[in-house]
Nanobody, 117 residues
Framework: QVQLVESGGGLVQPGGSLRLSCAASGSIFSITVMGWYRQAPGKERELVASITSGGRTNYADSVKGRFTISRDNAKNTVSLQMNSLNPEDTAVYLC???????????WGKGTLVTVSS
């Protein structure tokens, strides 16, 4: 199995920035899409951003222009740079890896981001 470990969450003031990182254990030999989801209290889980093995990115409209996703295929990591944070960004952020070959999804346990003054 693949294990994902997130880091970088915490408390930040509105307008501030955080960088989340996710490390996948072992080598990933197949084509994958790596992404970040988030779930806020009372809200459905939503895809924040994703990136393919080839570097193609996709962003939720709510974060477009503020967040940047990147990955390092050699290190099996994916990061999310979050700028201009607002209280609506408060959520548990979860790392996800989708194996394109068979549709398997792997999830991290999540890291809490709290945006508050």
């Amino acid at each position: 199995q693949v294990q994902l470990v997130e880091s970088g969450g915490g408390l930040v003031q509105p307008g501030g920035s955080l960088r989340l990182s996710c490390a996948a254990s072992g080598s990933i030999f197949s084509i994958t899409v790596m992404g970040w989801y988030r779930q806020a209290p009372g809200k459905e889980r939503e895809l924040v951003a994703s990136i393919t093995s080839g570097g193609r990115t996709n962003y939720a409209d709510s974060v477009k222009g503020r967040f940047t996703i990147s990955r390092d295929n050699a290190k099996n990591t994916v990061s999310l740079q979050m700028n201009s944070l607002n209280p609506e960004d408060t959520a548990v952020y979860l790392c996800n890896v989708l194996v394109v070959r068979n549709g398997m999804n792997y999830w991290g346990k999540g890291t809490l981001v709290t945006v508050s003054s």
